[in-house]
């Protein structure tokens, strides 16, 4: 098995187990089985549970750091928020179970204290994206604009994964892209 190959499994098996599970009632040893690995391997290579889970925060961190990065994109404004908002709603629709797991650790505070750094980081990155592409097309308070743009991302992600069966995330997406292509 090649390294990284075993590191995935790793990381995905804890994913789904730390979702439908949940965290502390998953052990490394039941990680290792789902994974078809050895609990050595699983050791060799995260030193602890906290550890995986930071892994794990890691993993998606780095595909919302690319999402992101869109924003970043020379394009014309209209372009670079459609291209944003077409791969948020994608990530919300690819990663609903990491991002279920996600919002169940803000609400467990001692697993809120071991992601809350990590989650800042790459919050305030966002916020940082967010503002400059506001600042960019001319928004009165790009500041504001964009804190405002990103509770609106977080009200249409906490409705979709949690709160509505069948929430109309299309609808949603298009009119989010409405609310601010003229900016």
């Known amino acids: 098995m090649k390294p990284q190959l075993g590191k995935d499994k790793i990381l995905d098996a804890a994913l789904q187990l730390f979702a439908k599970k949940g965290y502390h009632t998953t052990s490394i040893s039941l990680i290792a ?12 290579y995260f030193k602890s549970k906290e550890e995986l889970l930071l892994a794990i925060i890691d993993q998606a961190s780095k595909k919302m750091f690319a999402v992101a990065k869109e924003m970043s994109a ?4 209209q372009d670079t928020l459609r291209q944003f908002l077409d791969q948020f709603f994608l990530f919300l629709v690819n990663n609903k179970s990491y991002l279920r797991f996600q919002l169940s650790l803000l609400f467990q505070p001692d697993l809120k204290a071991i992601v809350e750094g990590p989650l800042q980081q790459r919050a305030e990155l966002l916020l940082s994206h967010t503002i400059t592409m506001f600042r960019e097309v ?3 308070n790009p500041a504001l604009t ?26 949603m997406h298009q009119q989010l892209f409405n609310n601010y292509k003229d900016l």
């Open 33 to 44: 089985k789902t994974a078809n690995v050895s609990k050595g391997l699983t050791y060799n």
């Open 74 to 77: 020379p394009q014309n404004y």
């Open 138 to 140: 001319g928004a009165e």
């Open 146 to 171: 964009a804190r405002r743009f990103i509770s609106e991302l977080d009200g249409i992600a906490l409705h979709h994964l949690s709160v509505f069966k069948n929430y109309p995330l299309d609808d």
